[in-house]
């Protein structure tokens, strides 16, 4: 079997879909730092596609900026799938270890990422009427990520393909609870934050008067 550096096997994970985390699971290969820098990427190009998107082809940015809807749509989303599917996989005698169901997973976004830093890039060369050619890119960027994340979970799983349907479809599930208690949890601090604020105010009025 081939031997690859950490960077070739990245490429071959992409462009083999079907026996690239394959080859990489029986070579025991895969990159955290790399995995880590995917999801950098993944982050800057959510940034980048909101902020520097060309005015043409969607609204103007607001002047403010707020990191966190774009750590939320990367990072978090990012953690929550990979716990998420560990911890339904775990249930369902799936083979994957969290190290490897973060590795696999970042590598098959790698065509999503790509196509968001094409399509911003296109969005400042080509005319509205060219739109057409954005949406390619988008649609077989994104497209190709859901073949590979499939592939993903299928391989380091060692799942038919039903079963990886239904994993995939419990590990959406296990998400959208774990946000749901990120936001209850944020919310109950940001009452916290605000309830101490309110006392600290009173209590320094008070002394001062």
Known sequence: MMD???????????????????DMRWKRS????IAFLIVILLFFGQIFHSRLYGFQF??????????????VKSVVVFAAWTAGNW??????????TA??????????????????????????ILI????????????????WSVVLMFSAVRTVHQYT?????????????AMLVMLFLLVLFLSLIQQIWVFISSVYTEITYRIRT
């Open 161 to 173: 393909p039903g079963k990886t349907v239904l994993a995939i479809a419990l590990t959406i599930a």
């Open 128 to 143: 509205q009427d060219e739109a057409v050619f954005m949406d390619a890119v988008s649609l077989i960027g994104t497209g």
């Open 58 to 71: 969607g609204m103007p940015p607001e002047k403010t900026f707020n990191v966190v809807p774009y750590l």
């Open 4 to 22: 690859l550096s950490e960077r070739q096997w990245v490429k071959h994970a992409v462009t083999h879909p079907v026996e690239g985390f394959e």
């Open 30 to 33: 895969g990159s955290l730092k």
């Open 99 to 124: 190290r490897n169901i973060c590795i696999y997973s970042a590598y098959a976004l790698v065509p999503y990422i790509v196509q968001l830093y094409i399509n911003v890039v296109l969005s400042h």
């Open 87 to 96: 911890a339904v996989c775990t249930l369902l005698d799936g083979e994957g």
